[in-house]
Each structure stands twice: as C-alpha cells, then as structure tokens.
C-alpha cells in the first residue's frame, strides 16, 4: 500500500523489516535501535556525491511528512474545530522556535488534554518520544557537508562519497584527530529516508487514533510498521481499551 501512496519501489517496502539490521550487518533482535548512528569509522564512502545530495534532500522531504502530522496533533490538541482556531494553532506551532520545543509544548498540551485517558496519554508520548530519538538524524542530515572521498586533499583515497558532520560543528568534530562525529554513505540515507517516512505514517495513525471515532481508530491501531514495536506498551494498552465493549461507541460520531 505504501508503495502506491508514496511511490516507494515495492522492494524497499516488503525489506522494511531488515532495514534496521542491514546498517549494522546483524541480526534483527539487536539492541541496536533504527535511529542510533553507526561509528563514523566503520562507514564506508559509496556512490557519488551527487547521489548524496540526492538521498538529503529525499530525507529532508521525508521529514517534512513528520512536521506535518505533528502541525495536526497540535492543532487537535488545543481543540482547533474551525478553519479560524486550526490557523491560529498553526501559527503558534510554527511560531515555536524548533521541533524539540514543539515536542516538549504538545507534551504538555496531551497531558491537559487527556487527563482523563491516561492510555491515550501514554500513546501519545510514546509517538513524540519515537519523533525525539530520530531528531538528531534529521539534524545531522539536515546540516551535514557531503564529501567527495575519491578527490580529497587532491589525492585518491577510497571511492565515493559521504554526508559527515562539518568541520564548524565543535560539538561533534574533534579536529585534533579530524574525526567527523558521524558519517552516512547513500545507504544510511536511504535507510533514515525510509525510517522517516514509516514515522510519519504512524503519525498519520495516530491522529486517527487518538482523535476520530472508535470505529477508525480500531482499524488505524491495528496498522503495524517495523516502528511500531518502539511504541509498545502504550499501543497495546490502548488498543485493548478500545477493543473493550464498554469503550465501543457507534459510528459516525464526529472527530475530537
């Protein structure tokens, strides 16, 4: 379905499950996480590096599919109805001066408004917690120096290239030993390409979940992605309250 909506080759959709252990040549049940960076030492350059630029800005563009569904969390959670309250929502989310302030707002905001549901809370912190951990990848993506390996200092090196952290960058560059603190070849990229997108789909879920009808956010709980596992407990606890008769309401009642 995926491939259809987002044109993504189907390959890369029915491998989603491998991605994770494909970056560190393990096997899947590894405690190595989606959104951990491998050490800069062991990335090889590969492809060229227009190729990088490419895989950037594919990356990039995916990430903006995140800041889209939380732009409608957001909106949600401070009870926009009309077209008048979702501008002024949207205003103020993007009047906030970075993602990791407009996670920590819409913390707040959930904890407000679902004080009466902690399962939903729980959810959604779950989702804004899996936003905060792929951040620094956005970031390191977003402002990293693609490098040409095969011409650098005008000497043959290895072939390819790689997106690794600027040299300005003192926080995460040691130029004592010139150690970029990360390095992503065209594999890496595409891998946090698709990582981001697959979050920006449970978004999608989520805002069906936790703020239109019963009926739809059974159907959307029950969507799973190989991100999905990051989200347990709290998915599963909330999908068991909706799954309860007692919480079961009819349908066509209107989106929170």
């Known amino acids: 379905m995926c491939s259809r909506l987002f044109r993504i080759p189907a390959r890369r959709c029915s491998a989603s499950a491998s991605l994770y252990s ?24 590969n492809g060229s590096i227009l190729e990088i630029y490419a895989c950037v800005g594919a990356a990039l563009s995916r990430w903006a599919l995140v800041e889209g569904m939380l732009l409608e969390i957001f909106c949600h959670l401070l009870y926009a109805k009309d077209q008048d309250s979702w501008y002024t929502a949207s205003k103020i989310f993007g009047h906030l001066t970075s993602t990791s302030t407009r996670l920590e707002q819409m913390r707040v905001a959930g904890d407000a408004h679902f004080i009466k549901k902690p399962a939903h809370k729980d959810f959604l ?69 698709q990582s981001f997108l697959l979050l920006g789909l449970e978004l999608m879920s989520t805002v069906k979940i936790l703020f239109w009808d019963d009926q739809h956010a059974l159907s959307a709980i029950a969507n799973w992605t190989p991100l999905s596992q990051h989200l347990l407990p709290a998915k599963d606890n909330l999908k068991s309250l909706l799954s309860s008769p007692s919480n079961l309401t009819f349908p066509g009642k209107s989106p929170a």
């Open 125 to 193: 912190k779950a989702n804004l917690n899996l936003v905060s951990n792929f951040l620094p990848r956005r970031n390191d993506i977003a402002h990293g120096v693609a490098v040409d390996y095969s011409t650098q200092d005008g000497v043959a090196r290895q072939n390819g290239a790689a997106l690794q952290t600027p040299h300005f960058n003192s926080k995460d560059f040691d130029p004592a030993v010139n150690k970029p603190g990360y390095k992503y070849n065209i594999d890496l990229l595409r891998d946090y390409e």
């Open 22 to 45: 494909s970056w560190w040549g393990l096997d899947f049940m590894t405690e190595k996480k989606p959104w951990d960076k491998p050490e800069p030492i062991t990335v090889m350059p």
